[in-house]
């Protein structure tokens, strides 16, 4: 019996694997440059997600510089606002919002940054970033008392939510410096007692007491020793500083803290007071009639038609301005 011929595979059927191995070669091309441009998008991915972190890390390292580098600001803004998804992605537009307030663009910082802190789920940094901005275009000035108020709640919400959560005494002082300059007698007060009960050494807990406790022979050095100890001193230490001035009769010392002042913090009540006083005596220390006193009043009275539209409406002052207005 002869032994069984092998058996043929039918016409077109494909050979086993390994018998027809030229076969496979494309696919095995394929295979490994698939696998080659993965590898190159993955790799490319991790880079693109290192030098986004490092842009941020940047970003930190520059906005905390004072005061900033406008230049190096100016480019920060030019490589975030590269980035593709830098008007959707949370930590860019914040990092965005940091830039614009380093640069002083505080109504830009301030409009990307409301849709991510006016909602739940915002943390207790972006809170604390929030009051801060608040805080300052309150003192920039707003176009009417309505608006001033409004900011000044905002800013005691913002940094209340960032100290129930941080317990850093930077919020709290926030806190208690909205309310203190809205003014709010039940909110002040209570804020300025737990900030000298559970922060007694700061400088943000000794200038509350100090205002309470401030008068016209206070010692200036006081209240210069406490301005150097803050990163970014109230507007009200300034204030006081010029009226200190002013009653030691050195008007010259008075202007100089004053004029800065109206141009940093004119939205302060307390700035515009000093303000109107400091620029009153100097109406009145120059002749009656002459150029110079007319042009004095005219500033004064700038101040007082502030004080009158923006202070509010039981302030003590008001009585008091309106003799000042009489006086030409």
């Not at 205002?211 to 507007?235: I, K, N, W, Y």
């Not at 700038?302 to 409406?313: N, T, V």
Request: hydrophobic share 50%; charged share 20%.
């Amino acid at each position: 019996m002869s032994p069984a011929a092998p058996r043929k595979s039918p016409a077109g059927a494909p050979a086993a694997a390994g018998l027809r191995p030229a076969l496979w070669a494309p696919v095995a091309l394929a295979v490994l440059a698939l696998g080659a441009y993965g590898y190159t998008l993955w790799q490319r991915a991790g880079q693109a997600a290192a030098q986004r972190e490092q842009l941020l890390r940047d970003v930190e390292a520059a906005t905390a510089v004072v005061p900033p580098d406008s230049d190096e600001l100016a480019r920060l803004t030019q490589r975030l606002q590269k980035l593709p998804d830098a008007g959707v992605a949370r930590d860019l537009l914040l990092a965005t919002a940091r830039v614009d307030f380093a640069r002083g663009r505080v109504d830009r910082a301030a409009a990307v940054l409301a849709p991510l802190v006016e909602v739940p789920g915002a943390s207790a940094a972006e809170q604390r970033f929030a009051a801060q901005v608040w805080r300052r275009k309150h003192e920039l000035g707003a176009p009417d008392r309505p608006a001033a108020v409004a900011l000044l709640r905002q800013q005691h919400a913002f940094a209340s939510a960032a100290y129930g959560e941080g317990n850093d005494v930077g919020d709290l002082f926030l806190a208690w410096l909205a309310v203190f300059r809205l003014p709010d007698a039940e909110l002040a007060p209570p804020l300025a007692q737990k900030l000298a009960a559970d922060h007694g050494a700061s400088p943000e807990a000794r200038f509350p007491a100090l205002v309470a406790a401030a008068s016209l022979d206070m010692p200036a050095t006081e209240l210069e020793t406490l301005r150097g100890q803050f990163t970014v001193p109230p507007a009200e230490i300034d204030a006081m500083l010029a009226l200190l001035a002013l009653q030691r009769g050195d008007l010259s010392a008075a202007l100089g803290f004053v004029e800065p002042l109206l141009t940093r913090s004119p939205g302060v009540v307390e700035v515009r007071r000093a303000a109107a006083l400091v620029l009153h005596a100097c109406a009145l220390g120059s002749p009656a009639g002459s150029p110079d006193r007319a042009a004095w009043l005219q500033r004064r009275d700038l101040q007082l038609d502030w004080l009158f539209a923006q202070a509010p409406p039981d302030d003590a002052g008001r009585a008091t301005w309106a003799t000042m207005r009489e006086q030409r």
